[in-house]
């Protein structure tokens, strides 16, 4: 950038870099889905297909961003876990955010018109989406968040499973579906579901009960991430971004919550 006597201008500039030595989490969340997802008549209570754009947009944005080590969505929201040491646009968090949100939403816009070729979106109502980054100082914090966000998928997908079928198959009016559900715990609506849908809730798919998790597969290659990037050098940290590049991204839609899935993937919080 050429020097001028408005340079000066620069100084009223502020940054956050994030804490060094903590985990980012980035979380996106889609703005007004409420209403975008009954403007474009999405399935109730969940759409297979608006649910594949978000799934593919994550994977897109996880490929071009090689310090994201795993990420876990569900409905219209999504939180990617970067690479502990990462120096990611040196933890700057307004870079991080606004990459994410854009970049995200750039994707979801692409993916859309290939999943629903049929329905156009209209200038009026585009789909965008926020971004947060948060960070936290040890695993055991970042193992209970993505726990928090799979048992917020699990609560909420069990309301919105009993709250339809009532509406839906039960002929209730939402008001009446409300407070039918009112004051009930999970057990009061698997037996529900059960007794006047014939559903059994463990039955129902995966991907609505558990959401979908993407992690990068680093497996056998564990020595490929170290333990610090304090010592590296920019080439260093280019040539591990590359071989992260190829490691496989796969997708599961399992139990997050038990140690168990943590400790076979002991690289995730490297
Ligand atoms: P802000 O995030 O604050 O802008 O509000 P929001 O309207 O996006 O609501 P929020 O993020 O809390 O919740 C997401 C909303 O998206 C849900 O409440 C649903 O209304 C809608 N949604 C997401 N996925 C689906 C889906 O698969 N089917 C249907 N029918 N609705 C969905
Ligand atoms: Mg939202």
Known sequence: MANSRFEYVRTFERENILLPQTHII??????????????????????????????????????????????????????FLLRKNCDLFERREFKLITAFSSGFSAYYQYYWNIVFPNKPLSVE???????????????SIVKDYFRWRQVDCHINNLYNTSFWNLVIKGHLSPQEAENKLMGTVSSDKNELLFKEFGINYNDEPEMYKKGTVFIRDVGDTLDLVPNSDVNLSKRQVER????LRKVTINELHCDIIKEEFWNKRAWLLK
């Open 26 to 79: 980035i979380r996106i969340d889609g703005r007004g889905f409420h209403k975008f997802s009954s403007a474009y008549e999405f399935q109730k209570p969940n759409d297979p297909n608006a649910l594949k754009v978000m799934n593919l947009s994550a994977q897109a944005l996880m490929k071009s961003i090689p310090e994201v080590m795993m990420a876990y969505g569900d409905s219209d929201e999504y939180s």
């Open 125 to 139: 109502r585009l789909p965008t989406f926020d971004a947060r980054a948060v960070v936290y100082p040890s695993d």
């Open 240 to 243: 591990l971004r590359g071989k």
